[in-house]
């Protein structure tokens, strides 16, 4: 019966696509999935498992398979540290986007009218065509020790000297948030889109409160958008190396920056052990995100 | 009732102001600092207005390098992902097979992976096991892999609507596969292979987290600001956010324009 | 010019489910062949197995004598019209229409002269270079038509070309085919779940129920001599009653029914204590004043539906049944209304005893 499958599989295919057709997708989609997708993980994955070796012990003896790279970082105080506080960093960078993005989707989806959405739409997109290193410097000249950040308090007389925002990692979140708001809004606001106007309207006119309606409605309809919306920032906040970069100081070292260290010293075997261990945390992070709101994978689209 | 809703208009009115004020004030401040004649970029003080800032810009070699790779690397991502991702799209809209949803995952898995995590396995790959150091080409994959999922998902909602008796048609008028592909499927999938250019290029343009691991020494334009402002801030840099305002300005009054004109031809 | 089609022994199987089995036809060059059966029967799948889509997974198709088998339908001297048409949407009217010969490799200035040629037999003067969005339904099917001729197929497919149009445009069309295919010669195949169309355009028709080919003949025979119950009661009204056969006389037979005994023709030559179902037109029923013919019956006419030329009369039988009668508004009619009790009856050669069979519900 299986090889039937397979055959009628193949005569379909050659009947829809023709011979060239068919070669075609099997070649640049099979070179993709192999040599793009599937090998160079499987390659990092291997790098993880071995020890940090001169170039003439590759091969030898000494090349082994080993969990080594993985027991420095459970061993690692400082890296646990960092690896945590990336974690609950990224956390916040989501629920501050979060929070700020909702009312601004809800507004463009629903409320706003024609021409209005357009623009605001325009308006949103705008900023993220300059590249994300420039708008981060943005908010490095606003956060420095003479910007205007600093500037406006000390004129408000809120505070006498100024703050050093570097230290600590609120500069970073700020930049971050700043940076992903519109991987937020998109997808919320996308399935927000596609309900139904007149549900609100006849729960408004029932006598429901905005914030009954929100709460029951609204929110559990757009669901897979937060879904969405939050994978898609916490990993980008949790694997982004620009903003620690640019607005961290050694104090507020990123994981990303922890990796980055180990390939600078040519480490690479540790560097991609702690890469695997991220990969790992996003994918639990994904996985936790479609238990809570139950969506399947297929909600992607931008 | 009624005040108490015009009230909540004037509080998320305001709310509104301050979210595009977030948004667009840190670009406006950057404009601003690259005409100050400051060394230390900040609007104050105030030194007098000047270009200077733009022809250390022009003097720059490592930056007109930089940008020239820029090019070549989201030129060749934009042959590599297209036609990769419109086979993609084609294997997944055309053929059924069991395993569909779980390839159907897997090639879109780059999108979901840590940008970093695409450049550490390329450039590991390439470097260790093809002999390839780290450089444009490796930089070129690494982009390719994530953006060619992009392109898939881009080519796929609009293959999706094709009407496939049209394809029957063509055959039974006595085309070849390949007349009916180029005469008849290419021609509904233009607007999505042009936007999927579009896209590539500009993703590819803008990467930064894939190409740092994947580069080696070489230097893509972020690449290159990355440095820059990690180093010694200058208001030359400023001047290049200058540049890329402009030009996004310029990009968006065009494509504004040009949707207009649809509509109204259209009607 | 128009070949000849053959269908031997051709099923198509899709896992447990036979969308045609064992159907046998010989359908000659240059006829107006039409498919008629009920949605699901499996028509368009005989159309999609002649034109190459797919391969019988048994049978043998031929077309002009040669076998069919593995040829695809770019290959086969066949053109199909879609039932959505299936018209380019990004080129003009005479795009669509050389597109055949496009692709053919037909040099331009042939291509355009055989285009208006055909342009000109479909009666599409003018819109040449509209898109084919800008038209209207009837200009739309004659682009498909002049399309499918272009290629000079020696047999032409039409899946229920004309069920999306309104009802005046529908009978114009049916002359237009007719026309077009006596002038060209082509091979029709034609498939319909329209009785009337299938009747009125067709020099033969092929009933088919489930996958199943029930009668081929011309429409006369199919409509006055059904060969099978199914064929009886999905082609035009009828009456039917179920009985058993007391007795036989040469062609005819006597059934007994539940309202009497009926005496009909008897063209499956079935025996007596057969169960049966006899089949009566309802305009072959009339009022009689005579009392002792045979098929007799006394009725309370239930309700009376005056529909124009004619009138659909439903009458009660004494044990209950129902039967409709159509009476012409030739002014011969006596004057009846509902509630009267009348006599009707109807001629022997009129109606016909048939086997059992599944029969459709239309």
């Known amino acids: 019966m299986e090889t039937l499958q397979v055959r009628d599989f193949w005569n379909n295919a050659l009947r829809d696509l023709g011979k060239i057709g068919v070669a075609y997708i099997m070649i640049t989609v099979g070179a993709w999935l192999v040599f793009m997708i599937l090998i160079p993980q499987l390659i990092m994955l291997d790098y993880s498992f071995r020890p940090m070796l001169a170039l003439r012990d590759i091969g030898g003896p000494k090349d082994v398979w080993t969990l080594k790279n993985y027991l420095v970082f459970f061993t690692n105080k400082l890296h ?137 409605i609204v929110i559990p309809y757009a669901k897979p958008g937060i879904a969405v919306g939050c994978t898609m920032t916490f990993m980008l906040a949790a694997g982004t190396v620009a903003a620690p970069q640019l607005l961290g100081s050694p104090s507020s070292f990123w994981f990303t920056q922890v990796i980055n260290t180990n390939f600078e010293c040519a480490n690479w075997n540790q560097g991609a052990a702690y890469a695997t261990l991220l990969m790992l945390l996003c994918m639990i992070f994904m996985f936790i995100m479609l238990k809570i709101f139950k969506v399947g994978l297929k909600e992607l689209t931008q | 009732m009624k005040s108490s809703k015009s009230i909540f208009r004037i509080v998320f009115g305001a709310y509104l102001a301050l979210f595009f004020a977030y948004m667009f004030l840190p670009l406006i401040f950057m404009t601003i600092i690259a005409f100050n004649a400051n060394e230390v970029p900040q609007i104050t003080p105030w030194k007098g207005f000047t270009f200077m800032w733009f022809g250390e810009l022009a003097k720059d070699e490592q930056m007109w390098n930089a940008l020239l790779n820029s090019f070549i690397v989201a030129f060749a991502v934009v042959a ?188 | ?88 949407p990004l080129m003009t009217v005479t795009e669509n229409i050389g597109f055949g010969l496009e692709v053919r490799g037909v040099p331009k200035a042939e291509r355009i002269k055989k285009v208006e040629e055909l342009i000109e037999l479909v009666d599409l003067q003018g819109v040449g270079n509209r898109k084919v969005s800008e038209l209207s339904g009837g200009q739309m099917q004659r682009v498909a038509i002049a399309r499918a001729l272009a290629v000079s197929p020696a047999v032409l497919l039409l899946d229920e070309p004309l069920s999306a149009l309104d009802l005046k445009l529908r009978h114009h069309m049916r002359a237009e085919l007719r026309n077009i295919q006596r002038r060209t010669g082509v091979t029709f195949i034609y498939i319909t779940h329209d009785q009337t169309e299938a009747l009125t355009m067709s020099d033969r028709v092929g009933v088919m129920s489930i996958g199943k080919l029930e009668q081929v003949a011309v429409p006369d025979v199919i409509y006055n001599n059904p060969a099978t119950a199914f064929v009886a009661s999905f082609v035009g009204e009828t009456n039917r009653l179920q009985g058993t056969i007391s007795s036989i006389d040469g062609e005819y037979a006597v059934l007994n029914t539940a309202i009497g005994q009926l005496s009909c023709k008897n063209p499956q030559r079935l025996s007596q204590g057969e169960d049966a179902t006899i089949f009566i037109r309802p305009e072959t029923v009339f009022l009689t004043k005579e009392s002792g013919a045979p098929n007799l019956l006394t009725c309370g006419i239930k309700n009376l539906s005056f529909e124009g030329a004619y009138a659909v009369v439903t009458l009660k039988t004494e044990k209950e049944q129902l039967l409709t009668m159509r009476l012409n508004n030739d002014g011969t009619a006596p004057r009846i209304k509902t509630g009267d009790n009348v006599k009707v009856t109807f001629n022997r050669e009129n109606a016909f005893v048939l086997k059992n069979g599944d029969s459709s519900s239309a």
């Open chain 2, 80 to 267: 590599i992902s297209v036609p990769i991702g419109l086979g993609g799209a084609l294997l997944l809209t055309r053929l059924q097979f069991k395993a569909r949803d779980f390839v159907y995952g897997v090639l879109v898995s780059p999108i979901l992976t840590p940008g970093i995590i695409l450049g550490i396995s390329t450039f590991l790959f390439w470097d260790s096991y093809m002999n390839v150091p780290g450089g444009l080409w490796t930089a070129i994959l690494g982009q390719a892999t994530f953006i060619t999922s992009y392109c898939m998902l881009l080519i796929m909602s609009r293959a999706q609507r094709f009407d496939l008796t049209q394809e029957e048609a063509a055959f039974d008028l006595g085309a070849t596969h390949g007349q009916v592909f180029w005469k008849i499927t290419l021609p509904f999938l233009r607007p999505a292979l042009i936007s999927s250019v579009a896209l590539a290029f500009m993703q590819s343009f803008d990467n930064y987290n894939t190409t740092l691991f994947a580069i080696g020494v070489e230097q893509t334009l972020p690449i290159y600001i990355g440095t820059k402002l990690r180093s010694f801030i200058s208001p030359a840099m400023n001047a290049l956010a200058v540049v890329f305002i402009a030009l996004t300005i310029i990009g968006a009054i065009t494509y504004e324009y040009r949707r207009r004109r649809e509509l109204i031809k259209t009607g």
């Open chain 3, 1 to 88: 010019m128009g070949q000849d089609v053959n269908l031997a022994d051709v099923s198509m199987r899709f896992g447990d489910f036979y969308a045609a089995r064992d159907i046998n036809v010989h359908i000659e060059a240059g006829e107006f062949f039409s498919f008629l059966g009920p949605s699901g029967c499996g028509k368009t799948t005989l159309l999609r197995l002649v034109s190459g889509f797919m391969d019988p997974t048994k049978g043998q198709i031929k077309i002009g004598g040669k076998d069919m088998r593995g040829i695809g339908s770019n290959n086969r001297p066949t053109a199909m019209i879609f039932q959505n048409l299936a018209l380019f």
């Open chain 1, 80 to 216: 646990m540290a960092i690896f945590f506080k990336t974690i609950w960093s990224s956390l916040i960078v989501t629920s501050a986007a979060l929070a700020i993005c909702y009312p601004i989707a809800f507004y463009l989806a629903k409320v706003a009218r024609g021409g209005k959405v357009g623009l605001l739409m325009l308006g949103l997109i705008i900023p993220y065509w300059i590249n994300e290193l420039l708008r981060l410097f943005a908010w490095q000249i606003i956060l420095a020790d003479s910007g205007i950040m600093n500037q406006l308090l000390i004129f408000l007389g809120i505070i006498a000297d100024p703050i050093n925002f570097r230290a600590g990692n609120g500069a970073v979140v700020l930049g971050m948030t700043y940076a992903y708001i519109l991987f937020m809004v998109f997808p919320i606001y996308n399935v927000m889109e596609s309900l139904d106007r007149n549900q609100l309207d006849a729960a408004r006119d029932l006598g429901a409160s905005w914030l009954r309606i929100h709460r029951k």
